[in-house]
């Protein structure tokens, strides 16, 4: 079992800057799982070129392009099964994963989410407009949040956090440039901790 390698997909919908930390992570050392399929629901997603650049084997899949929910999650099942796939790390994916697959990979899906959950989560919260929401309440911290995918946005086991301040003279740009920097050195980092096995989580 020690030297069967871990096998990791990533699902993004936008530019994959996370996907290329977790990258950097593996040939840093840091992360002893492999990332061997990148998959979107977005076609043009700049993602998918960061995988190719890296011969990381790539999919889009989109749910319409089915007769049905089911059938969707059988094949993505499907799919992720024959590539021998351990982990599912989520990068900006705006979608939920079909329950099919949430199931199948319980406590083995994470998440990173650009605010400190449970505030600021949730459908809808995603890029600028969590940073937004954050500047709005006014909060004087933010940061990034590595989480458990269950089969709601946002609602998972939370398994690290790091803490940014916000600035009074902020944007959501701003905050969001920090954050991002944050999420880039937890998320590898995290990953590899669920890996190893040194978070306690629940069975089921």
Known sequence: MENKPVHIAVFLSGGGSNLQ??????????????ITFVVSNKRK????????????ETAVFKVKDYESDTAAGVDLLEKLEERNIDYIALAGYLQLLPEL?????RNRI??????????FGGKGMYGLHVHKAVLEAGETE??????????????GKILEQMNVNVM???TAETLAARVLEKEHKLYPRALEKLIK????????
């Open 21 to 34: 930390a977790l990258i950097d992570g593996y040939k840093a050392g840091i992360l002893s799982g492999k």
């Open 45 to 56: 997603a700049f993602g998918l070129k960061r995988a190719e650049k890296e011969q990381i």
């Open 101 to 105: 697959v949430v199931k199948a990979y």
């Open 110 to 119: 994470v998440n990173i989410h650009p605010a400190l959950l449970p505030k």
């Open 142 to 155: 933010s940061g990034a949040t590595v989480h458990l995918v269950d089969e709601f946005y946002d609602n």
């Open 168 to 170: 009074k003279d902020d």
């Open 197 to 204: 096995g040194k978070y306690e989580l629940k069975n089921g």
